[in-house]
């Protein structure tokens, strides 16, 4: 991670971005607090407190920070110290709603509130700016982010290489006669082991848990010829999410699951193959759904294709039916179809993509045949 002046993954050019959007948007400020869109625009990985923390972005003069006294040398220590804005700390006895509401400008009559602002912060902002009307800043930020620097898709490249090393030891875990319990402790303590600061999901789906799309993990025992759907990801020590999905066989499995995942294969590499500027999200999501509808399986892809990632492990854009959303270079997203047999096995194969000047490069290398376990 590099110095946040230095064009790094936090450069001050995103304050100014942000405040220009906001402008667009016919908004008096930005209120943002603990979170994604804090640490995007600032570095600062702050805790969720009662005590507020929030990041000022007034359409008209600086950004400010103001957060609780004794959390300023921490974020004096952050990348938000290096961006030469003002960091304003508060007492206990002091109200930081009329403080802020004080340097607002005078007559704001619309702000808007980062999309996971605690509803009692937002009651308590919109006490302190009565007759203003509270928005949310995700309409206005999400633009902004869903468009990686470099310096973000070479993060997601290093996430995504973490994962995928995590991937690439599934067999000394996944064996017949354990749970998935056991399997998925020893793969959280892998991904933290591979390079990330946390493991944020295990999912081991096997047999038939493996049809269930967000099973995470049961006392089940593994047994002889399961397919297992393996669905893990975390955060980086910058803060930058991985998500892959490999499915795995202990033992030879049904023959109709490998039909099934031939099937799957096809559309998934279809799909990754088709990323490129100008598709929409619908339209890539169609390329997979055809293929595994023509094959009789339609009803069994039950979700979307994909999700935006980033410093959110799910964010903008979702590649999804419906969405007319053009992609464009830097847009980075999940390329993950499934199909699920309700109480017999299921199967997903996930790499994260990003869209190129012309094309797509996907981030997770892991073979995507089907692996056979030895039981």
Known sequence: MTDATGGGLFPRERLAAAQAAAQDAGLDALLVTPGADLRYLTGYQAQPLERLTCLVVPAGGEPFLVVPRLEQPAAEASPAGGLGIEITGFAETDDAYELIARRLPVGTRRFAVDNHMWAEKLLAFQDALPGAQAGLAGDVLSVLRMRKSPAEIEALRRAGAAID?????????????RTEREVAADIAAAI???????????????????????????????APGDPVVVDIGGTTPDGYCSD????????????????????????QSAQTDAVRPGITAEQLDAIGRDRIAA????????????????????????????????????????????IYLPGRFGARIEDIAVCTEDGGE???LTGRDLVVLPV
């Open 192 to 222: 933290v082991a591979a390079g990330h600061a946390t493991a944020d999901f295990v999912i081991v789906g096997s047999g038939p848990n493996g049809a269930s799309p967000h099973h995470e993990v049961s006392d089940r025992v593994i």
């Open 362 to 364: 996907r981030l997770n």
């Open 244 to 267: 892959s999905t490999r499915t795995y066989a202990v033992g030879e499995p049904p023959r109709e699951f490998r039909e099934l995942y031939e099937v799957l294969l096809a559309a």
């Open 295 to 338: 094959a009789g399986y339609g009803e069994h892809f039950i979700h979307r294709t994909g999700h935006g990632i980033g410093l959110e492990t799910h964010e903008e854009p979702y590649i999804v039916a419906g969405s007319a959303r053009v992609l464009e270079p830097g847009m980075a997203f999940s390329v993950e179809p499934g």
């Open 165 to 177: 090393r995590v991937h690439r030891r599934m067999g000394e875990w996944l064996r017949a006669g």
